[in-house]
């Protein structure tokens, strides 16, 4: 059964995952409104908030909300954070001038994925970008856990993955003007010899015609 948050919160219970694993940003202006859904523990955050941007995060996990949330304070950082469902309306939370998507989309079902894209439509003001970053299918963990959907698989602990391709992630953010969209593959060294992971990496504007 897909039951994000309760994987989210046991996923986070034993405190900090992937410490110091921060996504490339775009280039925005100081004060910047920016949206990160799914912070998780706060990596990007903190990137975020040291930038001079005014961060709401907001995340399914309760645990992952606690912990970003003192990560930030113990750096005396200032943030919005939020315990909410990105496939439900955000429209409460206003207008941004970026929305991050990173490492979020792939926990999610199709039908999630679309509905908060169209989420995201809703919160961009004119001219904002969206940053999506994502797993692609060339990654070495591509096929491994139980298929759910095609290319979407259940980890051992119950978090779902999905891998994208290049023409799926345009298709995603059609409703958006693409200002770049590229795949990216670095090999990996493992016990197993050497292994390529790879992802998807895009920036979109909303440009209303």
């Not at 897909?2 to 940003?25: F, M, T």
């Not at 429209?91 to 908060?116: I, K, N, P, S």
């Not at 051992?156 to 990216?184: K, N, V, Y």
Request: net charge negative; proline share 2%; glycine share 12%.
């Amino acid at each position: 059964m897909h039951d994000p948050k309760r994987a989210w919160d046991r996923r986070y219970s034993s405190g900090v995952k992937w410490g110091g694993s921060k996504q490339e940003l775009p280039d925005l202006k100081n004060g910047s409104r920016v949206l990160e859904i799914g912070c998780g523990t706060g990596d990007n955050t903190i990137s975020a908030v040291g930038r001079g941007w005014e961060v709401t995060a907001i995340d399914l996990s309760s645990n992952g909300l606690e912990i970003a949330r003192k990560r930030l304070a113990d750096r005396s950082l200032n943030g919005i954070f939020l315990e909410r469902d990105a496939t439900l309306p955000l429209g409460d939370l206003g207008l941004f001038d970026c929305v991050l998507l990173h490492h979020v989309l792939g926990a999610m079902t199709e039908d999630e994925r679309r509905r908060c894209v169209e989420n995201v439509l809703e919160v961009l003001a004119q001219g904002g970008v969206v940053s999506f970053v994502d797993l692609s299918v060339d990654d070495m963990r591509y096929g491994k856990g139980k298929e759910l959907e095609e290319g979407s698989f259940f980890k051992g602990d119950g978090i779902l993955q999905h891998f994208f391709t290049m023409d799926e992630a345009r298709g995603l953010f059609s409703p958006f003007h693409e200002i770049e969209l590229r795949m990216m593959r670095w090999p990996q060294r493992t016990s197993s010899g050497e292994m390529i992971r790879s992802r998807v990496q895009g920036l979109f504007e909303r440009v209303d015609l």
